[in-house]
């Protein structure tokens, strides 16, 4: 096992209280949390910064109409006001993006179910043409 050694930092209140509820969340010690996030950390460093905390990201940019824009940010304002907590760009677009992909997986999940619904319901068809040859004629 490796040595260990104490580290000591002054850290504002409202970060440790941040910490100590991820800490809490992830059920670990102060020890474990925080000699894990140090080495996520230079992990990162060293990977040249392509991963985040939470793992493997890709940034999607796009232009959008100023108005558009305006209405966006008005939005998170008053979003922002009413919850009392900073709904921020990034929290909005993801959030519209996963309900989006939610919806289309549902129905096409839907329209996999009617397809061999529909299918299971259908009852004895007419044979086509060729499959008409192939059968052996018919007794009177």
Known sequence: MEQKK???AQIPLSLHTQVSEAREAAGQTTSEYITNLLI???NL???GGTMTMSGKTRTMA???PEDLFQRIKAYLERETQ???KKYTQREFVLGLIEEA???AERLAAEEA???GT???NVGPREPSEPEREALPPEKP
């Open 62 to 64: 796009f232009q959008i």
């Open 113 to 115: 179910g009617q397809a």
């Open 6 to 8: 104490n580290l000591c």
């Open 45 to 47: 460093k060293k990977d």
């Open 101 to 103: 992909l939610n919806e």
């Open 82 to 84: 009413r919850t009392g």
């Open 40 to 42: 996520e950390y230079y």
């Open 118 to 120: 529909s299918e299971a």
